[in-house]
């Protein structure tokens, strides 16, 4: 890959360990899929979620944090996994709770937006056709490739932070215009009479073109 | 008498390793199909249901899962459950992240179907810089 002096400063550590591990993980990632150059992006969507995974996410972002990791791009995030202000209610292990928050607060100290919403579009974020961007919900990258005509990998855990902390993604995958082409037509004669019948249609299509 | 196969892959991650291949005609599912403690596959359908990924050369047809995948191979090596490299006809980016950010070998893009061409129990040499693989049968 072609790295600019700045790209180049980034992975020699001229500014700190998180930008460091940052533009290691996007340039292994950019040499896996032949990726020439990276692009800047606006705008990054991290997940907040701890989910199935226990320790390596928290690990990871703990990491980051105490390196001095500050997001260099606006980044929002998807819900946390549950409602921070009725724990209880849910049935939350206080356990399970306190990590979350470890997490969640480590995200904080760098600088993220906790919106805590897989629909950040509803919520102010909206781009403009062109943008590069790194998210890592899957709704919002059909709906800002698709519809917003904003160009976005499905990204996720790592590459999310990785893009946020240096304002970099690898350029490959939607992000080239050969990429960007429709290849299939498909010509829908069934009425959709509720919007649930989109979703069976997503299904289907998806099933029979085995993607 | 053993037999000698190299394969050569398009795309390449990571150092080189050796080990025993465990091979799945079936996509494999890093959150959903293996439990994360044990390296056990759980998922009752699949075809590998019963079988520990430990340590294993993995051989995947293709990649299966969503964005939690990536971590869930980090959770498997945190448990000390890791496979010891994955070798995919197809994968996605979220593997690779996996795989980058846990420091385990992937590759895919290969000149052939590898889970026609390997089987589990083969012993295999993992070389990503020079973008093969290096299967041995007894």
Redesign the interface.
Known sequence: MRLTSEEQKMLDGKYGGAVHWAMD?LV??G????ATDMVDVKYVNI?EIM???????L??IDYLASQGGKFRVTATTDPAGFDFTNTEGMGIEPDTYEKQAKLSNGLIKMGVLPTRTCTMYWAGVMPRPGDHLAI?E?NAVVMFNSVAGART???????SLAAALTGKTPNF?FHLDENRRGNVLIELKTPMEHWTDWDALGFYVGKELKI | MSTKIVLKAS???GSEVEGQALVSRDPIHF?MDIA?KTGIVIGVKHNLCGENITGKILVIPAAKG???????I??L??NGCGPRALLYNKT???M???A??TNIP?MDGFDRNLVEVIRSGDWVKVRPAQGIVEVERK
């Open positions: 993980f292994k990632m040499d896996y899929f032949g997940l989910g199935t995974s226990e320790g390596a996410y690990e990871l890592s899957s990998n499905y990204e996720s855990f790592p590459s995958g | 795309r390449k991650f959150t994360s969503g964005v939690q995948s990536a971590m869930s980090g959770e090596l945190k996605n980016p979220i690779v992240q996996g980058i950010m992937i």
